[in-house]
């Protein structure tokens, strides 16, 4: 298999054993249901960009951004543990927005639908 697809590979590890980490649950009560939406690999495999997004409002994602970054170094382990990869990436969490802009388009597409009907 060729070398430029290894990082998707490895970046679906990472998705997938996270996800598995936090189904079973983190001890840090700020982590609460967070979903893995996505993971970007650097071509070296040393740095992973892990897109995430959690239910509930922007004071909720702050507290579960704040509980993420304090678990780095946890998940890091896990993960280094888990793959047994020669270096293990350093984690970077981004909220993805993707899905925020998604709901506020439904929304959106149902007001102007609700102002249809009323016509």
């Known amino acids: 298999m060729s ?3 290894r990082p998707e590979r490895v970046a679906q590890m990472v998705q997938q054993l996270l996800g598995e980490i936090f189904a079973r649950g983190m001890r840090d009560p ?3 249901l967070v979903t893995i939406t996505g993971v970007k690999m650097s071509p070296d495999l ?6 995430w997004t959690v239910h509930g409002d922007p004071e909720v994602r ?3 951004a ?3 970054e304090n678990a780095r170094g ?6 280094g543990f888990d793959l047994k990869l020669r270096v293990t990436p350093d984690l970077h969490f981004t909220y993805d927005e993707a899905i925020d802009r998604g709901e506020r388009i439904e929304q959106l597409i149902r007001q102007v639908h609700d102002e249809d009907k009323g016509r």
């Open 3 to 5: 070398a430029h697809k």
């Open 30 to 32: 700020r982590i609460g």
């Open 46 to 51: 040393r740095e992973a960009r892990v897109y």
């Open 62 to 64: 702050k507290h579960t």
């Open 66 to 68: 704040r509980g993420l």
């Open 74 to 79: 946890y998940l890091r382990h896990e993960i």
